[in-house]
């Protein structure tokens, strides 16, 4: 399951992303909001997502600047979440990092590049390097409170 998030200057680009997973055949929830609402916070829908993504699943998130959201996302325990420029650093971050959220910033991505991260997010895999898999679990280490 994919969720999704975005508060009102990523509302329309999330709109998008759900055209996108229909056509795709990808399962999703919209965590909200619902409109593009001014007076809207994203740490709200953020949160949302980053409680679903804790149960299993990836989570999409998006805003003006795409940093906020990411913001949010990397303070929820379990949650590793990489600010989306372009497909390649995408790429590496699942991969590498095994992210489970995308943040994107509506103000500083085009329609195209969107489309093609949300499409690398989705259907690239974790490496089961042991390097890697020593690095998650350092990270993990530090949201426990074990390194700090």
């Given at each position: 399951m994919i969720y999704l998030a975005a508060d009102h200057r990523g509302f329309l680009l999330k709109e998008e992303i759900k055209q996108w997973l229909d056509d795709w055949g990808e399962p999703y929830e919209d965590m909200g909001n619902q409109k593009a609402d001014p007076k809207d916070d994203y740490p709200d829908y953020v949160l949302k997502v980053a409680e679903k993504i804790q149960q299993g699943g990836k989570g999409i998130a998006v805003c003006g600047s795409g940093v906020g959201v990411?913001?949010?996302?990397?303070?929820?325990?379990?949650?590793?979440?990489?600010?989306?420029?372009?497909?390649?650093?995408?790429?590496?971050?699942?991969?590498?990092?095994?992210?489970?959220?995308?943040?994107?910033?509506?103000?500083?991505?085009?329609?195209?590049?969107?489309?093609?991260?949300?499409?690398?997010f989705l259907h690239s895999q974790p490496s089961k390097e042991v390097r890697h898999l020593r690095r998650i679990d350092k990270i993990k280490k530090i949201e426990g409170g074990s390194l700090c």
């Open positions: 990411d913001i949010v996302a990397n303070k929820v325990k379990g949650i590793r979440s990489v600010l989306g420029y372009n497909q390649d650093e995408v790429k590496h971050a699942v991969e590498c990092e095994n992210v489970n959220m995308l943040s994107l910033g509506a103000d500083y991505v085009s329609e195209g590049q969107a489309k093609e991260m949300v499409k690398v």
